[in-house]
């Protein structure tokens, strides 16, 4: 049996999980995000320096709210691991100055984590009722920052496939969903939440790079399709939930298109999806359709920012060996 406290700090959540190994399978003990997305909300994104002195102000009760909810003392965790990039620097900075401190005066092992390799390990958490993805499978991210296709063989190691060439497909919804006057940090869940009253076949829009001979994403386009329509359009609820409608739809064939592509190109029989945008309902449910292999998502709570993920990932990841020696990394990639 091994505990680990995962510590995420990336964007403007700050989170904190603890997480238990007993034989294969991976339990939350305790998870809490706190988020200063609703402070942010009214300026239409996060600004860093913000984001950064909320989640100062947030980190050490939030590490100890959660080491009170585990009912565990600090004694039975064995290891820590947190984010060290990519994201803000301000916002790496709390979690990985925190965690290296915690280390020392505790004596426990730092385990860095690249929180894009992370956001997969949200597959690998409480599968008393669900299966674990195996070795080789197709990985898609599809987050705010990423939108990237690999091919995982095994525990950290992949081969890169493609990616966004421009936005990413949580950055497109977010961008879409401002232009609809949305308000919300995460466009994604707004846009998915009116999707459900529209027609997604009222407005034509766009399927970027969809035919395209690679595996590489570009939805800065779609954005400016939209962005045409929505400024004639008069402020009409009707209209708005059919154009949601047709973006969701949109992002969602392209992304489906690929990752069922990188399948048969390699012919692999499982797909593993993580990021914020695999919150996205429409996506699992059009995907359980057109691919009849194995499909793993987290479930939504888990698919956004959290803490859980990285404890998780600290299982399969080696610790450092000198703790203070641990640098943020904000442009961290694959
Ligand atoms: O993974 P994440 O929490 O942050 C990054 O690492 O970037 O992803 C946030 C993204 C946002 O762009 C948000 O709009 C999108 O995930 N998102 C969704 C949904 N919920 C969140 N996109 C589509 N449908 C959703 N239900
Ligand atoms: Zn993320």
Same mark, same amino acid.
């Given at each position: 049996?091994?505990?680990?406290?995962?510590?995420?700090?990336?964007?403007?959540?700050?989170?904190?999980?603890?997480?238990?190994?007993?034989?294969?399978?991976?339990?939350?003990?305790?998870?809490?995000?706190?988020?200063?997305?609703?402070?942010?909300?009214?300026?239409?994104?996060?600004?860093?320096?913000?984001?950064?002195?909320?989640?100062?102000?947030?980190?050490?009760?939030?590490?100890?709210?959660?080491?009170?909810?585990?009912?565990?003392?600090?004694?039975?965790?064995?290891?820590?691991?947190?984010?060290?990039?990519?994201?803000? %620097? +301000?916002? &790496?900075?709390? *979690?990985?100055? #925190?965690?290296?401190? @915690?280390?020392?005066?505790? /004596? $426990?092992?730092?385990?860095?984590?690249?929180?894009?390799?992370?956001?997969?390990?949200?597959?690998?958490?409480?599968?008393?009722?669900?299966?674990?993805?195996?070795?080789?499978? %197709? +990985?898609? &991210?599809?987050? *705010?920052?990423? #939108?990237?296709?690999? @091919?995982?063989?095994?525990? /950290? $190691?992949?081969?890169?496939?493609?990616?966004?060439?421009?936005?990413?497909?949580?950055?497109?919804?977010?961008?879409?969903?401002?232009?609809?006057?949305?308000?919300?940090?995460?466009? +994604?869940?707004?846009?998915?939440?009116?999707?459900?009253?529209?027609?997604?076949?009222?407005?034509?829009?766009?399927?970027?790079?969809?035919?395209?001979?690679?595996?590489?994403?570009?939805?800065?386009?779609?954005?400016?399709?939209?962005?045409?329509?929505?400024?004639?359009?008069?402020?009409?609820?009707?209209?708005?939930?059919?154009?949601?409608?047709?973006?969701?739809?949109?992002?969602?064939?392209?992304?489906?298109?690929?990752?069922?592509?990188?399948?048969?190109?390699?012919?692999?029989?499982?797909?593993?999806?993580?990021?914020?945008?695999?919150?996205?309902?429409?996506?699992?449910?059009?995907?359980?359709?057109?691919?009849?292999?194995?499909?793993?998502?987290?479930?939504?709570?888990?698919?956004?920012?959290?803490?859980?993920?990285?404890?998780?990932?600290?299982?399969?990841?080696?610790?450092?060996?000198?703790?203070?020696?641990?640098?943020?990394?904000?442009?961290?990639?694959?």
């Amino acid at each position: 049996m091994k505990t680990i406290l995962g510590i995420e700090t990336s964007c403007d959540e700050t989170a904190a999980a603890i997480l238990q190994q007993k034989n294969d399978r991976i339990q939350i003990l305790s998870n809490i995000i706190a988020s200063s997305a609703s402070l942010q909300a009214k300026f239409g994104g996060v600004i860093p320096e913000y984001a950064a002195r909320e989640q100062i102000k947030s980190i050490i009760p939030v590490i100890k709210q959660v080491i009170l909810d585990s009912l565990l003392t600090i004694n039975q965790i064995d290891a820590i691991s947190v984010t060290y990039g990519p994201g803000l %620097i +301000g916002s &790496l900075l709390v *979690g990985v100055e #925190t965690a290296k401190v @915690l280390s020392v005066i505790w /004596n $426990k092992p730092l385990i860095p984590i690249n929180h894009l390799l992370g956001h997969f390990y949200a597959n690998w958490i409480d599968h008393s009722t669900r299966s674990l993805p195996m070795f080789p499978f %197709i +990985g898609l &991210l599809i987050s *705010g920052g990423h #939108t990237d296709l690999l @091919l995982f063989t095994d525990h /950290n $190691k992949y081969k890169y496939l493609g990616g966004t060439r421009d936005d990413a497909s949580g950055e497109c919804f977010d961008k879409c969903a401002r232009l609809l006057g949305l308000s919300g940090i995460q466009g +994604g869940a707004e846009i998915a939440k009116l999707a459900q009253k529209g027609n997604p076949n009222i407005y034509k829009l766009p399927r970027p790079m969809i035919n395209s001979n690679d595996f590489d994403f570009s939805f800065s386009g779609l954005k400016t399709s939209v962005s045409n329509i929505v400024s004639p359009l008069t402020i009409n609820h009707k209209l708005k939930a059919d154009l949601a409608a047709s973006i969701q739809q949109s992002i969602v064939e392209v992304l489906i298109k690929k990752a069922v592509k990188a399948t048969q190109i390699y012919n692999i029989d499982q797909i593993v999806i993580s990021g914020g945008v695999a919150a996205n309902l429409s996506l699992k449910q059009s995907l359980s359709k057109s691919f009849s292999g194995k499909l793993f998502i987290p479930p939504p709570s888990l698919c956004t920012d959290n803490g859980a993920m990285v404890a998780a990932a600290g299982f399969f990841t080696k610790p450092i060996s000198n703790p203070l020696k641990l640098t943020t990394n904000p442009s961290l990639g694959f």
